[in-house]
């Protein structure tokens, strides 16, 4: 899929992006995981697969950067976000080792070709977070979401927090806070926006038994550096860009 190709299929998946709605529920998740301790001020976060930057201009932190294939995403960056237009699997071409406290994505994983670049990712990660830097991931979870999964046509790598966390521990990471249900699966259902019911299902654990379809990881860098692996000549197609369900 051609970077042309990304931005048509979110302009017509996300016309809507820039909707308060949408803002004020990204401003209320932010919030959360300021509270729950997972990003901090004081953190340089790289936001990976960055979309229209929901989480990257919501979240207070000391430092902030996107990357991301698709050519609109930097239009949609906050002043002051560093942004890269780059391809996530190659984070070493971009960033030097050891430059972030915080990775964070949401719903980008999925849209990888293949098991092995989801690894590339992971070990990319790894290479540009501190010692004891974080990695904080939210995406659908094949457990739950079902055949609904396969309504977005650029998924490919169905997962969940059970097999992610052991993608994690392979790429030298220890997780410390897993949720297999999270968010519902996908903005466009038709639930309550407001910023106080959004604040009131995030602090109401037994609703996300419920309502809730994506997993949440969070995982801490390993002392143990990692070797770089080699990547095969499959895994030179285009990344996608990220697509919050």
């Known amino acids: 899929m051609t970077t042309e190709d990304l931005s048509l299929l979110y302009q017509n998946r996300f016309g809507d992006i820039a909707s308060s709605r949408r803002q004020a529920i990204w401003w209320e998740i932010c919030r959360f995981f300021q509270r729950e301790g997972f990003v901090r001020p004081s953190d340089a976060v790289l936001d990976l697969g960055s979309g229209y930057g929901e989480f990257i201009n919501n979240v207070e932190a000391h430092e902030k950067a996107g990357i991301d294939l698709n050519k609109d995403a930097q239009g949609y960056l906050n002043p002051?976000?560093?942004?890269?237009?780059?391809?996530?699997?190659?984070?070493?071409?971009?960033?030097?080792?050891?430059?972030?406290?915080?990775?964070?994505?949401?719903n980008f994983l999925e849209h990888l070709p293949s098991k092995d670049d989801v690894s590339s990712v992971l070990e990319q990660s790894h290479?540009?977070?501190?010692?004891?830097?974080?990695?904080?991931?939210?995406?659908?979870?094949?457990?739950?979401?079902?055949?609904?999964?396969?309504?977005?046509?650029?998924?490919?790598?169905?997962?969940?927090?059970?097999?992610?966390?052991?993608?994690?521990?392979?790429?030298?990471?220890?997780?410390?806070?897993?949720?297999?249900?999270?968010?519902?699966?996908?903005?466009?259902?038709?639930?309550?926006?407001?910023?106080?019911?959004?604040?009131a299902y995030l602090r109401c654990r037994p609703a996300w038994r419920v309502l809730g379809k994506q997993f949440l990881v969070l995982?801490?860098?390993?002392?143990?550096?990692?070797?770089?692996?080699?990547?095969?000549?499959e895994a030179a197609a285009s990344a996608p860009s990220r697509a919050a369900g």
Request: glycine share 6%; net charge positive.
């Open 80 to 106: 002051g976000i560093a942004f890269h237009r780059h391809d996530v699997r190659r984070l070493d071409e971009v960033f030097e080792p050891e430059t972030f406290d915080l990775c964070f994505t949401s």
């Open 127 to 199: 290479r540009i977070l501190k010692s004891g830097g974080r990695f904080l991931l939210v995406g659908p979870n094949i457990r739950y979401v079902g055949g609904a999964y396969w309504d977005f046509f650029d998924h490919h790598m169905p997962l969940t927090e059970v097999s992610l966390c052991e993608a994690l521990v392979l790429a030298g990471f220890q997780p410390k806070v897993v949720f297999g249900r999270f968010l519902p699966y996908t903005m466009k259902q038709k639930l309550p926006s407001h910023p106080l019911l959004v604040r």
């Open 219 to 233: 995982a801490e860098k390993r002392s143990t550096a990692r070797p770089r692996r080699e990547r095969s000549p």
